[in-house]
Structures are given as C-alpha cells and as structure tokens.
C-alpha cells in the first residue's frame, strides 16, 4: 500500500498564493506518476496537474500560467504551487499517485486538504 499526506492548504486572498505539498510513503517502489485534483463541494473531482517526468506535466485549462507542478522523485514528493487564487479555485485538493506493478496500474489517493479563497 501506498499513504500520501497533503500539507499546505488553507485560507487566502484572491490574488494570493499557497504552496500545497504532497509525501508519499509505504510501498513507494514503482509509483511512475503524480498529481493534483479537486473537488468543490457538489461537483465531481477534477484533475488539475500531473506530473509524471520533466518533460511529461499536464495542467487543467484553468490554472494553465497560474499553478505549477514539481516533484522530488528521490523522496517521492510532489509540490503544487499556486498563485493568483481566483474565486473558482477552492475546493479539497487531492493528491493522487500511480504505481505499476505487473499487469496493473494502482491508483492512490491522499485524504485532501482544503483551499479556501476569501477576502
């Protein structure tokens, strides 16, 4: 099994920034992806970045110039940092890993930390 513990959340000004971190822990060997999704209250959990390699990191449409995705592999740790937070961005924010094994793909999700932007 694989636990992931989110930091970071919390409350901020519209404009402001928060720093969401995300260490996952157990049986680590074999996760090849890493990620953010969010969910607000009634609507369904939408992702918001992966990364899965330097060169391999999505981002939803909605936060595409404003967020950005990092990871430190040695340590299988993943950043989410996110500026100029706008009125549509609180939500539970998730993180999310996959890992491989033989003939299978294992997804895993942390318990969520809450973002909350309010003046």
């Known amino acids: 099994q694989v636990q992931l513990v989110e930091s970071g959340g919390g409350l901020v000004q519209p404009g402001g920034s928060l720093r969401l971190s995300c260490v996952a822990s157990?049986?680590?060997?074999?996760?090849?992806?890493m990620g953010w999704y969010r969910q607000a209250p009634g609507k369904q959990r939408d992702l918001v970045a992966t990364?899965?390699?330097?060169?391999?990191?999505r981002y939803a449409d909605s936060v595409t110039g404003r967020f950005t995705i990092s990871s430190d592999n040695a340590n299988k740790t993943v950043y989410l940092q996110m500026n100029s937070l706008q009125p549509e961005d609180p939500a539970v924010y998730y993180c999310?890993?996959?890992?491989?094994?033989?003939?299978?793909?294992?997804?895993?999700w942390g318990q969520g930390t809450q973002v909350t932007v309010s003046s």
């Open positions: 999310n890993a996959l890992r491989l094994r033989t003939g299978s793909i294992d997804t895993y």
């Open positions: 157990g049986s680590i060997f074999g996760i090849y992806s």
């Open positions: 990364i899965t390699s330097a060169v391999n990191i």
